[in-house]
């Protein structure tokens, strides 16, 4: 089974008599689901002054949530659900964040088993926050940047693969002097040869800024960041691959109008971009490991879980109940 679409909703809902779910990762901390699809309510009200058919989706999206259980040791693994797969669904940025790491973990593995090893630097780069009227400008000065970037001959020798992933932070404290602005800017992976840091390749982090300067275009100095990673480790890709714009940044229960403002904002700058991008050596094992589309595709697997079997473990679905705030149980079989 894959995402479950045209599901019925229930809008009359009685007392929960289910068991209330309890996903967990395989660390054993408890998936959020409860938590985002809060989000998502809030997030769809706000757009039902932006646009209705989207309120609509978000308000189906993940209604209904169907698991395969092991019956010996209750592992279970989601197998099917209605996902909307808009950009800023709290649900589907997390699934999108899940997916994320758990391909570029694949990714890393694979590049471990060839003969050449590889080492992996964290490169942020920033410019200055804007207005929400020049947002949707600032992304794409910020997407014609990377190539220009990326072009230069000295990055290219430098560079055997990166993974860009867009980041987009939105100040909602009052009391700061850049309250209500947006902060979009690039978290890059790069990998590079094992010599490099000792190498006539080596870019210092002053130079970085030079060149990230440059290929903006920009009239002032830009904060760039620049990290050796010693190895790969999880908490590094999730640092990479998380959300494009977190829930906080664009529900603000205490300023309605400051939220649908955003919202209305984001909605417009984001849709119908792509918020990733790969080169390289990274993009070359992903076709070779043939990974899905990791920001329009599957949302329903997303990791790389045991296969459960579907007709010797057990099915449950769950329904969210809203008033509850919570998943329970409606079948089991």
């Known amino acids: 089974m894959t ?47 932006v646009d209705a058919r989207k309120a609509e989706r978000l308000r189906l999206c993940a209604v209904f949530l169907h698991f395969l259980r092991r019956r010996e040791t209750g592992e279970q693994k989601l197998e099917g659900a209605m996902f909307c797969h808009l950009r800023l669904c709290p649900i589907c940025s997390w699934r999108r964040s899940l997916k994320a790491q758990a391909q570029m973990m694949q990714v890393v593995q694979y590049l471990e088993q060839q003969d050449k090893r590889y ?148 909605d417009a700058a984001l849709t119908r971009r792509r918020f990733l991008a790969f080169g390289g050596i990274i993009a070359d094992a992903r076709r070779k490991l043939a990974l899905d589309d990791a920001e329009d595709g599957d949302l329903v697997h997303v990791e790389d879980k045991p296969k459960l079997d579907k007709d010797g473990d057990m099915h449950i679905t769950y329904l969210w109940y809203s008033g509850y705030r919570q998943y329970y149980s409606i079948s089991e079989g």
């Open 3 to 49: 995402e479950v679409k045209n599901q019925a909703i229930y809008i009359d809902q009685d007392v929960p008599t289910g068991k209330e779910l309890d996903d967990r990762s395989s660390s054993g901390r408890r998936r959020p689901w409860g938590k985002h699809k809060m989000e998502n309510e809030y997030l769809s009200i706000a757009y039902q002054e």
């Open 119 to 266: 080492h992996w630097i964290m490169l942020t780069l920033t410019t200055k926050n804007v207005s929400g009227d020049e947002l949707s400008g600032q992304i794409d000065l910020l997407m014609e940047a990377w190539k220009r970037l990326a072009q230069r001959k000295e990055v290219k020798a430098a560079m055997k693969g990166y993974y860009r992933a867009l980041e987009i932070t939105h100040n909602v404290n009052p009391l700061s002097p850049a309250y209500d602005t947006y902060h979009p800017h690039f978290h890059v992976l790069l990998a590079v040869n094992p010599s490099y840091f000792t190498s006539r390749d080596y870019i210092s982090q002053k130079r970085w800024r030079q060149l990230w300067q440059e290929a903006a275009r920009l009239d002032y100095d830009p904060q760039v960041d620049v990290r050796r990673l010693k190895g790969l480790r999880p908490k590094d890709l999730v640092e990479l691959a998380k959300y494009t714009t977190k829930a906080a940044d664009y529900i603000i229960p205490d300023d309605w109008e400051l939220t649908i403002d955003t919202v209305r904002t984001l």
